[in-house]
């Protein structure tokens, strides 16, 4: 079963995520200090970008999760929204977290109410919570499931448009240095590290949603056989 | 604060957050694998029930 690969596959990324800290700390060029008020800090960006990539992978699984169990009555897209929500909430928080670190170096202040990019990721971050903490505190009906996917499905609308927030609003938020269009204007030792990057926490989001799927299905043989007991 | 100090709170928060995270999975996913083993060893030794996943039928 794909899901027996989960620790394999999570141990890949997690090596890959290792490999990107130590080239991104050690091996990519210095920013240009004159560009950067805290130039150290921008190595922050090696992590917090992959993991915002890979949190939209990660809500883009909760999305599919919820639409399967909405409209088809999914067990498996269920497993999938839960899956999908809790690898949302760990690259939520990384990202919500090593930005405002970033912000307080750079900026001085770690949030800017008044920009779009920032304040709808971290509507996604509070959503990932809600639906996390939400589901751990709820009994499994069909209501709830239902009440959760809706969220789910609804919520996903936040990820085109932090997507597309710093191309059309740029007002703090640094635009797009990858996929713009035009050309990056990326240092390509930079680009490479940010590839690597992306490339291994999109590997850990894969695992750790194979490991929740496997962790789900030990729970549903849990309940079946005390089910079994009782009865 | 030195522009390397936020840096290094930066990577400790975010490796403390995966670091919390994975173990709390795999603690979660080893706890549920004990149980089941220890649910089996009840049906089959004290009950006399097999469990139908474990069937080889």
Partial sequence: MLTDKAPLVLAAGYTGMAA????????????????????SAQRIFYWHVPAAWAAFLAFGFLFIGSAMWIFRRSEFGWKLHIAGAEAGLVTGLMTVWSGCIWGAAEWGVPWDWADPRL????????????????????????????????????????????????????????????????????DSDMGTVLLIGAISFSVAIVGQVLLSLQTSRLEQQLALMQSKLDG | MESITY????????????????????????????????????????????DDSQSEE
């Fill in chain 1, 119 to 186: 304040n709808t990721f971290g509507l996604l971050t509070f959503l990932a919570i809600y639906l996390v903490l939400g589901r751990q505190s709820q009994p499994d009906s069909v209501e709830t499931r239902d009440t959760f996917s809706t969220f789910g499905l609804y919520g996903f609308v936040l990820v085109p448009v932090t997507y597309v927030a710093t191309r059309l609003w740029t007002i703090r938020h640094p635009g797009p240095v990858v996929a713009t269009g035009e050309g990056s204007s990326l």
């Fill in chain 1, 20 to 39: 990107t800290l130590g080239l991104g700390l050690l091996w990519a060029p210095q920013v240009s200090i004159d560009a950067f008020e805290s130039p």
């Fill in chain 2, 7 to 50: 840096l290094a709170i930066a990577y400790l928060g975010m490796l403390f957050a995966l670091g919390l995270w994975t173990y709390i999975v795999a603690t979660r996913h080893n706890r549920l694998k004990l149980q089941i083993e220890s649910m089996h060893e009840v049906m089959e030794n004290m009950l006399g029930m097999k």
